[in-house]
């Protein structure tokens, strides 16, 4: 499900400090600047024990090291994680009643970009909330992740939630035909708005047997095209991996990233 994040600026005169808390990177492929990968920064939300946001993030990240296309990419996905404070979540963080009901405060954003100096993917990991949410974006720009521990009954739904909203915020668009997938508009790579359309898009990929096709029903409209019946995209807990033609986009996209001169 992919919304646009609205920021809640501080106002004039507040000056923050950009070593109030604790960036730090958990996997830094030697020569390997941050412009050439893909930068996602975990940030942790109402955690107990920071013992709990640690066990998540690693279910996280073994998981997308085990999905294609990332897997051929693990040399150049480079995580991070924050270290907060309950103080501090309540001072860079905002609970608001419009989706997504979550806004950040410009400086904190400042701050890490200033640190990461690249385009980066911020993973909010709410441990207490509900909410599954991704700006629609591309992998070397910034766009927001929030991921609503509640939401999910098991630890394999909660991996696979992540992978589906880490797909919009590099480029996928929902391949569910019915409620909040009607927020995310029609689009390549993965949702036509004419059968035409996908022919081009994807019609090369049709083959006797294959898994792809032109499946009515995508971003919340039976009139659209879906490549594939199970993806990430669509209800991620019933699907194992992307389908063949998000694949082959975030492949490309991901070779795009890192072999930019």
């Not at 958990?26 to 709990?52: E, M, W």
């Not at 521990?149 to 992978?163: C, E, I, S």
């Not at 990430?232 to 194992?240: H, T, V, W």
Request: glycine share 8%; net charge neutral; charged share 20%.
């Amino acid at each position: 499900m992919a919304k646009t994040l609205v920021l809640f600026l501080c106002g004039l005169g507040f000056f923050f400090n950009c070593s109030a808390y604790e960036l730090k990177s958990s996997s830094a492929p030697p020569g390997s600047p941050a412009t050439k990968n893909l930068n996602i920064v975990f940030c942790p939300f109402h955690y107990s024990d920071q013992r709990l946001f640690l066990n998540d993030i690693a279910a996280l990240t073994k998981r997308l090291s085990q999905v294609k296309p990332f897997d051929e990419f693990t040399a150049h996905i480079r995580f991070y994680q924050i270290g907060l404070s309950p103080e501090e979540e309540n001072e860079f963080f905002k609970i608001t009643s419009k989706y997504p009901y979550f806004d950040l405060r410009q400086d904190f954003l400042n701050s890490l970009e200033a640190r990461i100096k690249s385009g980066y993917k911020l993973v909010i990991l709410d441990a207490s909330g509900a909410v599954a949410a991704a700006e629609l974006s591309v992998p070397g720009k910034f766009s927001l992740i929030i991921l609503g521990r509640d939401k999910y009954k098991t630890q394999p739904g909660f991996a696979n939630g992540f992978l589906h909203e880490l797909g919009h915020s590099l480029g996928l668009r929902d391949e569910w035909f019915s409620g909040d997938a009607a927020f995310c508009p029609p689009g390549p790579p993965n949702c036509a708005v004419s059968r035409e359309e996908a022919q081009r898009w994807w019609g090369d990929l049709v083959v006797p047997g294959g898994r792809t096709g032109y499946i009515s029903g995508c971003c919340g409209n039976m009139k659209y095209f879906r490549p594939t019946i199970a993806s990430l995209m669509n209800k991620p807990e019933r699907a194992e991996d992307f389908g063949p033609v998000n694949e082959r986009y975030l492949r490309r996209a991901l070779t795009a990233l890192v072999e930019t001169p």
